[in-house]
């Protein structure tokens, strides 16, 4: 009430109302926000469906790559950049392949494209954002 004036309550409907108040503040707070979290997972969830989704509508499964020496998709690549010493190794693929300890290129960027189908030995190089790069190809494989 906007008047000023008090809302005249019986003793058990005040009761009531303290302990619906406590409710809510408590057990109603926690319920609603498990509810919010819940609805933002679902929505990640459905997200990744999504994605997963696409992914196998437009894939081509690469069932056995053989022991080929040349780097294909679904190959693990070891690559020495000019002018520095460390081997760095690549899966040539999709994200989605992705294990500990090995970085993915995509076989459509620069290096993935400069890459496929060569081997040991050979010199690669490829249009970086800040020029051309030159990598050694060291190893094809696992």
Known sequence: MTDGQKTPLTRSTYERLQAELEDLRTRGRVEIARAIAAKDQQGKMEARIR??????????VVDDLGTSDKVAPGTVVSIRYEGDDEVERY???????????????????????ALLGRGPG???????PGGTLRVEIVAVGQ
Request: a negative charge; one cysteine or more.
């Open 122 to 128: 050979e010199t690669v190089e490829y249009e970086a």
């Open 51 to 60: 994605q997963i989704e696409a992914t196998l509508a437009n894939c081509e």
């Open 91 to 113: 899966l040539v693929g999709s994200i989605e392949e992705q294990t500990e300890g090995v970085s993915v290129v995509s076989p459509a960027s620069p290096l993935g494209q």
